[in-house]
C-alpha cells in the first residue's frame, strides 16, 4: 500500500515515535507499505519553524534528508494537485491539509491522519 503522512504524523514519525499509535507504528513498519512524504509537508513545516512554533521545532533541511535516507518516497507538489484542490468540499480550511488530500485523490494514495477534520474527506484518507 502506499501511504502519504501528513505532516504531523511525518513529525512524529522521525522525531517522537511514541506519540504514534499502535496501528501507525505497523503501518509504517510493514515492508509491504510504501511510505510517501509530500514537498507541501517540509513547507508547511518550514514556515511554522519560522514562526517558532514549539510543534514544529525541527530543521525542514535535516527532516528532509532523513526521510529520503530512511526511503521515504518525495512527492512533489504539481499542478494537478493545485487545480484537483478546488474540486474538494470545503469540510477543513488549512490549505497544507487540503493539498495533502488532493495529492492523495490524485496519485491514488491513502493518506493517513490525525486529524478528524480531515478524516471526513472520504476513502481516500485514513485517520490513526
Known amino acids: 500500500m502506499n501511504l502519504l503522512l501528513d505532516t504531523h504524523l511525518l513529525l512524529w514519525a522521525a522525531s517522537e515515535p511514541k506519540r504514534l ?3 501507525a507504528r505497523a503501518l509504517l513498519l510493514d515492508p509491504a507499505n510504501h511510505l510517501v512524504f509530500s514537498s507541501a509537508s517540509l513547507w508547511e513545516i518550514s514556515i511554522k519553524n519560522g514562526l517558532e512554533r514549539s510543534d514544529f521545532n525541527v530543521d525542514p533541511r535535516r527532516l528532509w534528508r532523513m526521510l529520503l535516507v530512511n526511503g521515504y518516497r518525495e512527492l512533489p507538489v504539481t499542478s494537478e494537485h493545485a487545480v484537483a484542490v478546488n474540486e474538494l468540499p470545503p469540510l477543513h480550511k488549512d490549505p497544507f491539509d487540503r493539498i495533502l488530500v488532493a495529492q492523495a485523490r490524485v496519485e491514488s494514495l491513502l493518506l493517513l ?5 480531515v478524516a471526513k474527506y472520504g476513502d ?3 485517520k490513526l
Open 21 to 23: 499509535s499502535a496501528k
Open 124 to 126: 481516500a484518507v485514513r
Open 113 to 117: 491522519t490525525v486529524d478528524k477534520a
